[in-house]
């Protein structure tokens, strides 16, 4: 395999594809006609309107002509890095089942993530840093919070750690009061000592091992996050590049840049949410149902410049080459308003019959597209793929065979694909 390491953008809430990597100029040609099917589509509100033409004009983008709109002008100018999925699907309409299908394979919580089963099946490449770190948005934590890195029956260490923004992102990492190094290190010895005696007397077990492991791991980290997490270090063009300093995209922009200083350090999988909970006014989600212009304008600006300074960071540092960069939502957004039958209103539903995401990185065709969606962008009509078949495909990148990264559980060899998925040889160079 090329790729080594993998950071994943994950969309919360459902992105409109409609509106940024899949280009139908029928939409322009059919804006305020009727939806021509017998079918009742699952969608979330259950009210189909009148069909309804993108937000932002599309255009060829780069030497490799993608259609991408200007709702992600810095990102599309990365056209010729990209690998766009614009025929996946889903299974749930439904946010946290979809999002927990996206992450896990499964629609029920309690099963590994992605970032679990790579660190079960690939290890770390370093000792003083967590193998699989996740940084939420900083408006809070995603619909299920973290049953969506959690290393479920996996053993404990494989779990997501979440790192927050501000000068303590780990919680609860250093004590509240300062003592001296040799009372330290006195207190250490001792602990271990009584950890030795205790596991010695209950037999060990996974469970407390990793939880023995995992205070280890704790006291090198005194050491490594205040060290990774000191973006200060970085030049002023390298924190322009990514908007440190501009309070519309600082954000994201400082996790992305964090998100970089991780995988430098050895960190295989590094997770980054893009919208926190999906109630609430305004949303701070990707949530389109009153208006997809407003919504996805706002979510769009938070992140086109972060995301698109990651990927020029990764390959002007030569990283780009063996990193997967995996961008991602729970599922799209209907070709038809969410109104009335009668008008064309400003938003769209929930669509898991056919959505977008793009790859870059270690071991893709670059500038190309997979797979497709009907004239209007509702159902995918080319290469479908599941989250089983792209979970597969990411695991294939990593050096993974889907079929034998296997993990006994409950009298069942379990796998991130469960008993499903295809690699889709077709996009790898």
């Known amino acids: 395999p090329k790729a080594k390491r993998a950071i994943q953008i994950c969309l919360v809430g459902g992105m409109s594809h409609l509106d940024s990597f899949d280009y139908k100029p029928a939409l322009n040609r059919l804006h305020g006609k009727s939806l021509k099917t017998k079918e009742k589509p699952d969608i979330f509100f259950g009210r189909v309107g009148l069909l309804r033409k993108s937000d932002w004009p599309f255009k060829k983008r780069g030497e490799s002509g993608l259609w991408m709109s200007d709702m992600f002008p810095n990102i599309a100018k990365h056209a010729d890095d990209l690998t766009i999925i614009r025929s996946l699907v889903t299974e749930s ?3 946290t089942p979809a999002l927990f299908f996206a992450n896990s394979g499964f629609e029920f919580n309690g099963f590994p993530s992605v970032g679990s089963w790579l660190s079960y099946g690939l290890g770390n490449e370093t000792d003083s840093l967590p193998t699989y770190v ?30 927050q923004n501000g000068e303590k992102p780990v919680r609860d990492l250093f004590p ?13 010895q001792f602990l271990k000592s009584i950890n030795k005696k205790h596991a010695e007397k209950v037999g060990g077990g996974s469970l407390l091992q990793a939880r023995l492991r995992s205070y280890e791991l704790a006291a090198r980290m005194q050491l490594s ?4 997490s000191d973006i200060s ?5 390298t924190q322009d590049l990514y908007g440190i300093h ?17 995988l430098e350090r050895g960190v295989r999988f590094v997770q980054i949410f893009s919208g926190g909970p999906i109630a609430g006014s305004p949303r701070a989600s990707w949530d389109a149902h009153e208006n997809v212009r407003q919504n996805h304008g706002a979510e769009a ?7 698109a300074a990651l990927l020029a960071d990764l390959k002007q540092r030569g990283m780009l080459d063996d990193t997967l960069v995996l961008f991602t939502t729970e599922f799209g957004r209907t070709p038809f308003a969410q109104s009335a039958a009668n008008q064309v209103g400003p938003g769209r ?12 990185g270690g071991g893709l065709k670059s500038g190309i597209a997979y797979g497709k969606t009907d004239e209007v962008g509702w159902k995918a009509v080319e290469n479908p793929m599941s989250w089983h078949d792209f979970h597969a495909t990411v695991l294939h990148l990593l050096g993974l065979d889907h079929k034998r990264l296997t993990f006994y559980h409950n009298g069942i060899q379990r796998r991130l694909t469960n008993v499903h998925g295809e690699v889709a040889k077709a996009i790898i160079s």
């Open 349 to 360: 539903d929930h669509n898991r019959y056919g959505f977008s995401v793009w790859l870059a």
């Open 301 to 307: 600006l938070k992140i086109d410049q972060p995301v």
């Open 233 to 237: 270090r970085e030049t002023k063009a």
């Open 176 to 188: 509240a009061h300062k003592t001296s190094r040799g009372a330290e290190a006195d207190l250490r």
């Open 246 to 262: 501009d309070r519309r995209v600082s954000d994201c922009a400082r996790r992305c840049l964090l998100g970089r200083r991780l």
């Open 225 to 228: 996050v205040p060290e990774v």
């Open 134 to 163: 996740v940084l939420p948005d900083g408006r809070g934590g995603p619909n299920g919070g973290a049953s969506n890195w959690t290393s479920g029956f996996l053993p404990a260490q494989h779990q997501g750690v979440v790192f």
């Open 93 to 95: 309409a439904n946010h």
